[in-house]
C-alpha cells in the first residue's frame, strides 16, 4: 500500500509472531538469528525453508515459495484470504468485521435480484407449457429429445416475441423498471426507456450453488442473432464464476467423485436426463479459474467433455491452461495423468479429456448411445497423451514446417510435468514423433521450463514507498492483456499476502479487468490496497502495444533480482552463523543451496557475476 493508514492486515502482521504459527506446523531448530526446518509445502530431507522473525515472512529455498503469516495459515490449512485474516484477526485479539457484513440494504438487493430472476423464469416455463405462441419452442426441444420432465426440473421457458411483455409482468409484481434493469432482464432505450432484452428465444435459468436464480440463457430458434444469449453482468451473477446446473450436480459431482464439464445448456440438461447427474457447464466462456476453484471444492476428478474438431482441441487448450495456472498458483505439481498435486494441503486434481466422435456432441451420442458416452467419460485420456493425439492428426510431420509446429505445441505441455521421470519419458515420444534427437527436444523443453524472456532490464524510478511487486500489478491492471504473460511462479513469491489476493482477483477477472471491477470484487480489507494500486496506475507512463510486454519483463526481472539478492544476502548470514555455531550439518545442508542460487542468477543474467553489483541493476 502506498498510503499510510494502519489496516486490520498491518495490526494482525503486528501482532502475531510468525515463528509461533509457523513452528505449531513445522519443527523449527534456531539458527542464529532465523530458524529454520523441513518445508511444509514440498518433499524434503534436507531443512530448507527458513523463517525471518524481524520480517515477519518466510522463505523456502527448495521450492521458492514465500509469504507472511497470513499466506502461511491460507496455504496450510487452504482457506481463503478473508477465513485466514478472521481466523488470525481473532487469535490476535485484532477487531475485525467480516467482509460484506451482513447489510440488510445489500442482502434485500440480493434478494429482490433473485426473485425477480425467478419470476420472470417460472412466468418463462408457464409460456412454455401453455402459450399457442411457444409451439415452435416446444417443437425445438421435443426434437432434440428433451422431454417435459426436464422442462420443469430445469425450469426452461419461452421469452414471448415481445418489446415489452415482460417489463410488464414484472412491473404488475411491484417491482421499477431499473431494478428490472438491473437484474438484466431489460435493455435501457436509447431515448428513454426500456424493453425485454429476452424476445422469441428459449430460456435456460442460471441458479448458484445454492439453486438461487441469478441469471437467464436465452437459444434463439431461428436465424436471429446472437444465437446464445445470457443476461449481463449483475450483483449476484458473474458470467466466469458460474456453471450451469451445479446446484443440481453438486451432489452426485460429490457422490462420484467427478464432474464432467460441457459446454452447452442442452448437453447438460440431456446428460441429467440420462441418469449422468454429474455433468455441468460452461456459460460460453472458456473454463475459468474461479470454476477451477468451486469444482475442486466438490471432486478431485473432472473430465473436460470436447468436441473433435479445431473448436474443442483450442478449449482444450484453454481449459488446461487454466488449470495449469490454478495449480501452479497454490504449488500443485502437475503429473502426465493430468493430476495436481498440492503438497501442502489435502486438496488434489485430476483433469482428463472426453474428445468426443467427429459430429457429435454430448446431447446427440448421450441420446444415441449412452454407454458410448459412459466408456468415453470413464476411459477419457491424459492430458499429455490428448495433445500428442492432437498433433499426430493435424500436423503434416513428414516436413520441417509440421515437425516445428509439432515441437511448438508439445513442448510447453511437456515442460508443464513435475514429475522428472514423466518428463523424460514424454520428452523420449517427442523425439521419436518428430525424429529429431532427443537431447535436442530435452533442450528445448528446459528452455520452456526456464522463465520466458532474457531481455536485459534497464533502470526505472521506483518511489520508495511503493514495492516493485505494486509496479508490476499497477501495470497488469492498467494493461490487463499483458496477465496471461507473467510466469506462473510469480505469485508464489509475493511475500505480502494483500498483493498475494490482490492478483487472484485480477487474474480471475481477465481480460476484462478494470479499476472498477477490481474495487467491486474485494471486500472491505483489501479496499485500501486495491485502491492504491488504482492510483497508482494513473502515475505510469503511455506505453505502445510493443513496449508494455518489454515493460512487464523488465519489472518480473527486477523483482526476480531483488528477490535473489535477498536470498543470497540471507543465506549468507544462515551459513555464518552456523558456521561460527560449529552446526557441521547445517553448514552441509545450507552449502547444497549454493547451486541453486547461483543456477537462479545465471538464468537471470548469463553474462555476468552473481554476487557482484552491476551498474544497470541498483
Known sequence: MTSSGRTVIDEV????????????????????????????????KTPSFVVF?????????????????????????NIEFKDALRQLAERAGVSYEQPKPAQPEDDAERRKLHEINRLAARFYNHLLLNSPEAEAARKYLEGRGVERASWELWMLGYAPDSWDTTLKFLKGRGYAPQDILVAGLAVERAGGGHYDRFRKRITFPIRDRDGNYVALGGRAMGDDTPKYLNSPESPVFVKGAHLYGLDLAQGAIKTQNRAVVVEGYIDAVAAHAHGFENVVATLGTALTPAHVRTLSKLTRYVCLALDADAAGDTAAMRGWEVLRDSAQRRKMEIRSRGRLVSSGSELELTVRIARLPRGEDPDTLIRKSPDTWRDLVENARTVVDHFFTVVRETADLSTPAGRTQAVEELAPVVADLGNPIERAHYEAELARLVGIDEHEIHGVVRSRRGKRGREEAQNFSVI????????????????????PSVPPDFMLGLERSQDRELYERMREIGSELTADRLLSTVDDTLKGSAASLVELTQSQPELLSTEQPIELERRLRTIRMRRLKEQINQHSLLLKEAMNAGDEAGVRALLEIVPVLAGEVRELDPPRSPYFKDSREK
Open 53 to 77: 522473525p524481524e520480517r515477519g515472512s518466510y522463505h523456502c529455498f527448495g521450492c521458492g515459495k514465500s509469504g507472511d503469516v497470513i499466506s502461511f495459515l491460507m496455504d496450510t490449512e
Open 464 to 483: 520508495s514507498q511503493v514495492t516493485p511487486e505494486e509496479l508490476a500489478l499497477a501495470l497488469l491492471l492498467k494493461h490487463p492483456r499483458l496477465l
Open 13 to 44: 502482521k503486528d501482532r502475531l509472531d510468525i515463528v509461533e504459527l509457523v513452528g505449531s506446523k513445522v519443527e523449527l531448530r534456531r539458527a542464529g538469528k532465523h530458524l529454520k526446518g523441513l518445508c511444509p509445502f514440498h518433499q524434503e
